[in-house]
């Protein structure tokens, strides 16, 4: 799989974050920020009750908010404008391209670079020998 093929699958996992971060802005802090708790679920097994399964379900939607936070904040001002005006405000490119004081293929280079740190971050991409960007195993 390469970077064009990750693509749809980064900007999915980015609004899926932007809904649930207008959804629940202010989520109370509990047990279940904790670090050892932010980590990839395993894989369900066969048999799991529903509500297992939905805790392991949230588990990983909060661990996925967890990366995108994390990546956000050593971003650039600029690319961390990109995102907000994107994926949670929903503006076109063309609007954030102004917004930005940019070429409109300027905030395409821009949203690659976002969306390529977040790709290996999530564990869709990683560099061959070859510092080439291939997928996983």
């Known amino acids: 799989m390469t970077f064009k093929h990750v693509i749809p699958l980064v900007e999915a996992r980015l609004y899926s974050w932007s809904l649930r971060k207008l959804e629940y802005p202010d989520p109370p802090i509990s047990r279940v ?3 050892e708790s932010l980590t990839p679920p395993k894989k369900a097994q066969k048999g ?4 297992e399964a939905w805790v392991l ?5 909060l661990w996925e908010a967890s ?3 994390r990546v956000l904040k050593g971003l650039s001002h600029e690319l961390q404008q990109l995102v ?3 994926y949670i405000q929903r503006w076109t ?3 954030i391209a102004e917004a930005l004081n940019v070429h409109e293929r300027t905030v395409f280079r821009l949203r690659d670079q976002v969306l390529v740190i977040l790709a290996y971050e999530f564990g869709l991409l990683q560099k061959d020998e070859n510092d080439e960007a ?4």
């Open 57 to 61: 379900r949230h588990q990983y939607e």
């Open 67 to 69: 990366v995108i936070e």
């Open 48 to 51: 799991i009750s529903q509500p």
């Open 93 to 95: 490119w063309q609007k």
């Open 84 to 86: 907000e005006l994107r």
């Open 134 to 137: 291939v997928s996983p195993g």
């Open 33 to 35: 920020y904790d670090p």
